[in-house]
């Protein structure tokens, strides 16, 4: 009798109970990104394999080893050996790049024990953990599918998943909730379909599989009435597929079911005497993409149009992910004999990036990257054998429906992992060993054909031995394996954060770093506690520094911590240098914010001076824009008009010259520079403007009025041209003509801003008209759209003039709400907002005694004196 026959053993339902449980973590472990999901992982895998092993001894089978093993179990040998610590010498040889670690960088901070091969040791516990969980789920389910029907529930567990993170999906969507559930939000991310998913590339794998699975087990269904929950549940899983807005998804779940139907097509010709309802099954699955593709297209087709015409080309897809595969290539290059571990990528990487990029990368997102540089050589060697074996199932005889949809949606996920990295967490890892171990399970019917077979027999004994010490390594890795570069990351920067002494942060680095070897940020925080500390600690961060700089060596960040600390030591030159390698690097804010405040000389701004395209120009505009350094500005203005002479920034310097002397009252040198301009730009818009605004500082107010006149007729939809109009007709008093300048360019508005700045100088003009209900409107209406403690105290200052006491200091508190802590500015509107609560309770109290005197002055109180003080809110 067959074993599909057979009653099966309490523990093979248990073990299969436990590979259920397996699919559905996945999912509910944020699709395996939880940190919290390892352990469930490693515990429920081990205990479905010893089930599975103690269920085949009781129905007498002995437990077998398909060959699709081999690499499962290659790969957990591979991550145990890249954790055991070697001397240095053999390090050198195993590892250079490990070894070249250990002596450049920890050696010299004290760290002289033996390393591992391993760049990120912790990660590479969790790693092997995992691989060990993989395997055992791989065997496991290889046991427990001999039976039929155990088989059938698994494969339904992993098609109805889908189809119910697909629900979760679609019900967030229908009732347009952003957060998972309502209680958590993506940070990171803004998944187009909010589910427990939150990277749509890996929803999109997940799903297109449990979507290919369930077609299979309708197709394999006797009845319609049978097949039809399976045919739904699919549907719904490949419009989740087409909602997650993944284009690579996409295009390998309809390649899977593409290659389903050819499969089943073949079967039917091959077969000599097919069954009935197999003559449709080929044209039956591409009916159901047609159907699920239109109902994505229904669903969503604006999106799914939005995202076709942004992967127009291949060139787009080569800038995406393809454009960092010759980096990446190199790396592994560097890692030839054991790779840099499992789980090193994101740590090691960034000393092998060559181009600056502000993203870091996590993973490759290209499978064989992935096994290249973490395992080397043996990884490569271990995927072949992986891919040698599918092929081998793939030929093997006898794939019924169910059989031939798990290859297909397990080979498009695969070549779907050559552009993303799903694989790499455990919800779609661990569906594929299901799934695989189902079809690789044991056949009793291909005995007499060893070389089919493809399986190896083990003692139950043996079996039941490594699979509960499999488990018990699986637990102890994960107890090293708890230690993650983030949580480091964290308690480190919290200490540097609390200004912790040099002495604490530095051992609690060390003691960081010599478990996360290559997390540059590590070093940086060190750096950076240590570089305020005197002369020592400047020295002491510039070691830091150069480990930043060896592990990688386009962080920006790092240049600024060495600009800082040669400023305490007194290099200023070399530190000005530093600060514009980090502005380079793409450290945007230091240029501005710290470097230029400190730069004394013009020799010190010239070293800061970017060959970038504008930079110059902006350096410029924020040195002429404070008065105490201005005449610093205009001094080294001259050395960079000369150094840009024949480029583009030199008439935008002139201009700049132009604007500072004019701030600096020195009207015959800004003639000068605006005769410059005017020869090199005669015809720029930004040119006129200019010589309008030298004119107004000489007095010429009629010449400059006439001027930005006669521009407004030849640009009439400029709005700033306008703006600047409208406010010099108001400083000659023509408001009316202000007004009507802004009435001609409201229609070209482009945004917020310039709404605001329209209805100010309205204001303007009606308050200079003294129309001040009309200009506290327009004022309201600008601190509704553009909220800012200004708006709301030009509110403020109206109301007063209005006596409307109450509703100016409620207006006042409202800009204090949105002014920064401290400042002597903001002492000022305190005691303005006191001011006036003082003014309105001494009306109120006036207005008491007024009444309280003559009692018929309430009969004669005007209604609209009460309905001022109903709402002085601004208007939205």
Request: net charge positive.
């Amino acid at each position: 009798m067959a074993p599909e026959s057979r009653r099966v053993s309490r523990y093979t339902l248990s073990a299969e109970a436990a590979l259920a449980a397996l699919l559905v973590l996945g999912p509910v472990a944020l699709g395996g990104a939880a940190h919290w999901g390892s352990w469930p992982l490693s515990a429920l895998a081990g205990l479905a394999a010893v089930l599975a092993v103690v269920g085949a001894r009781r129905q007498g089978e002995t437990p077998r080893i398909p060959f699709l093993a081999a690499p499962l179990v290659g790969g957990v040998l591979l991550c145990a050996l890249q954790l055991v610590p070697l001397p240095p010498v053999l390090l050198g040889w195993v590892s250079p790049e490990a070894a070249a670690l250990r002596a450049d960088v920890l050696v010299p901070l004290g760290l002289t024990g033996f390393r591992p091969v391993s760049l990120e040791p912790s990660a590479t516990w969790r790693e092997l953990a995992k691989h060990g969980a993989y395997l055992l789920t791989f065997l496991a389910a290889a046991q427990v599918c001999r039976a039929r029907a155990s088989r059938k529930r698994l494969l339904s567990v992993l098609a109805f998943t889908g189809a119910a993170v697909a629900a979760v999906g679609l019900g967030h969507a229908l009732f347009n909730v952003e957060t998972l559930f309502g209680l958590r939000a993506y940070v990171h991310a803004r998944p187009p379909l909010v589910t427990p998913f939150g990277n749509p590339n890996h929803l999109a794998g997940f799903l297109g599989l449990a979507a290919t699975v369930a077609v299979g087990l309708a197709l394999s269904k006797p009845s319609r009435s049978s097949a039809w929950p399976f045919a739904m549940a699919a549907l719904l899983s490949g419009a989740g597929v087409l909602l997650s807005l993944s284009r690579a998804g996409i295009v390998f779940f309809v390649f899977g079911q593409v290659l389903l139907a050819a499969w089943l097509s073949k079967q039917r010709r091959e077969a000599r005497t097919p069954a009935k309802p197999s003559w449709g099954r080929g044209a039956a699955v591409l009916l159901g993409l047609l159907a699920t593709l239109s109902v994505g297209a229904y669903l969503a087709a604006d999106q799914l149009w939005a995202e076709a015409r942004t992967a127009d080309s291949v060139e787009s897809l080569r800038h995406g992910k393809v454009e960092p595969w010759p980096i990446m290539a190199r790396a592994a290059r560097a890692f030839p004999v054991l790779g840099m571990g499992r789980g090193a990528f994101e740590a090691a990487f960034p000393r092998y990036q060559t181009e600056a990029n502000p993203n870091t990368f996590t993973h490759p997102e290209n499978a064989v990257l992935q096994v290249a540089t973490e395992w080397g050589v043996p990884g490569l060697l271990l995927l072949a054998l992986g891919v040698w074996g599918f092929v081998g199932l793939v030929r093997r005889e006898g794939h019924g429906p169910v059989e031939l949809a798990v290859l297909s949606g397990v080979a498009a996920l695969a070549l779907h992992n050559l552009f993303d990295f799903s694989l790499e967490l455990p919800a779609c890892a661990v569906a594929v060993a299901v799934v695989l171990g189902a079809v690789a399970r044991p056949r009793e019917s291909e005995r007499l054909f060893a070389r089919s077979t493809r399986t190896h027999r083990i003692p139950s004994g043996p079996a039941l031995a490594l699979a509960a010490a499999l488990t018990a390594v699986m637990l102890v890795a994960l107890v090293p394996g708890r230690r993650r570069m983030e949580d480091a990351e964290a308690l480190l920067a919290q200490r540097v954060s609390a200004r912790a002494p040099r002495a604490e942060v530095r051992a609690l680095g060390l003691s960081l770093i010599d478990v996360h070897p290559t997390d540059y940020l590590l070093y940086r925080l060190v750096a950076m506690a240590s570089v305020g500390d005197g002369v020592e600690g400047a020295k002491d961060a510039l070691a830091f520094v150069n480990h930043v700089l060896y592990l990688r060596p386009l962080d920006a960040p790092a240049h600024r911590v060495v600009a800082r600390a040669l400023l305490h030591l007194g290099r200023r030159e070399q530190a000005f240098l530093e600060y514009r390698l980090a502005h380079e690097g793409g450290d945007a804010r230091v240029l501005l914010s710290e470097a230029m405040p400190r730069a004394r000389t013009p020799g010190e701004l010239a070293t800061l001076t970017s060959e970038a395209p504008g930079q110059a120009t902006e350096m410029a505009q924020a040195l002429l824009g404070v008065p105490e350094r201005r005449a610093l500005g205009l001094d080294w203005l001259a050395w960079a008009r000369e150094h840009f002479e024949g480029r583009p920034e030199a008439t935008a310097l002139w201009m700049q010259e132009v604007r500072g002397r004019l701030a600096q009252g020195e009207l015959e040198a800004a003639e000068a520079a605006c005769v410059e301009v005017e020869r090199r730009a005669p015809d720029a818009l930004a040119t006129h403007l200019l010589r309008a605004d030298v004119w107004r500082a000489q007095g010429k107010l009629k010449e400059a009025l006439q001027s930005l006149e006669s521009l407004a007729k030849r640009f009439p939809q400029d709005v700033e041209l306008a703006f600047t109009l409208a406010a010099r007709q108001q400083e000659v008093g023509l408001t009316r003509r202000s007004r009507d300048t802004l009435a001609a360019v409201a229609p070209f508005l482009t945004s917020l801003q310039q709404r605001a700045r329209l209805l100010s100088l309205e204001a303007d003009c009606f308050e200079r008209e003294g129309l001040l209900a009309r200009a506290l409107e327009q004022r309201r209406s600008v601190a509704g759209l553009v909220p800012g403690p200004e708006n709301h105290f030009a509110v403020a200052r109206l109301q007063e003039l209005l006596s409307r006491y109450d509703a100016a200091a409620r207006s006042v508190h409202e800009g204090l709400r949105l002014m920064p802590p401290g400042g002597s500015r903001r002492a000022e509107v305190e005691a303005w907002a006191v001011r006036l609560e003082s003014r309105e309770r001494a009306r109120v109290d006036t207005r008491r005694r007024e009444l309280l005197e003559d009692p018929n002055a309430r009969e004669h109180e005007p209604s609209s004196g009460r309905s001022q003080a109903v709402s002085d809110s601004p208007a939205p």
